[in-house]
């Protein structure tokens, strides 16, 4: 019975979440040609899920966010340069015009910070998720999840001052 309170549970979810999470997935993957194919094997995958789960929610986006880095691993679909400096961002980048070149600029940005601060980045603005939601998602505390996001947007913001490119 537990199984399909889960499933009830997750399907509920899954619909009220179903915008931050292809979201988050077109920004996370690169293609939403595959956004779909990844939400549905997560679907099934959290569907034969035993056992209680205290936030459902939380284990949902933690969930996702390990299938889309296996996901990026099995596949490495894009072979985006290794950007540790915005010395190499052209300021005519920083106004895409559609989703392919809005992903490359966001992620050569979001590269050249740490993961911790960039994966943040990520559920905060794409899955729209509270510092509360975050610090559930990555079992991080709530100070560390808001200090992160703070440094993670405050280098971002240097990095583009002295470029030049804000």
Do not use: W
Not at 78 to 100: G, H, K, M, R
Not at 116 to 141: D, G, M, V, W, Y
């Amino acid at each position: 019975m537990k199984i399909n309170e889960n499933k009830i549970e997750i399907a509920h979810i899954m619909e009220e979440e179903k915008e931050h999470l292809f979201r988050y997935v077109c920004y996370r993957i690169g293609n939403i040609n595959e956004v779909e194919d990844i939400l549905q094997d997560l679907f099934i995958k959290l569907c034969s899920t035993k056992g209680d789960i205290e936030n459902m929610r939380s284990y949902l986006y933690r969930s996702l966010l390990n299938n889309c880095n296996s996901r990026l691993k099995e596949k490495q679909r894009f072979q985006l340069d290794f950007v540790d400096n915005l010395e190499n961002i052209e300021i005519e980048e920083l106004a895409p015009t559609n989703f392919e070149e809005e992903f490359v600029v966001i992620n050569k940005l979001l590269l050249t910070l740490p993961d911790e601060q960039s994966e943040i980045i990520r559920l905060k603005i794409h899955a729209a998720k509270t510092f509360r939601e975050i610090s559930e998602i990555l079992h991080i505390p709530l100070t560390t999840a808001k200090s992160r996001y703070k440094y993670g947007i405050d280098k971002l913001r240097e990095g583009l001052k002295k470029e030049c490119l804000i």
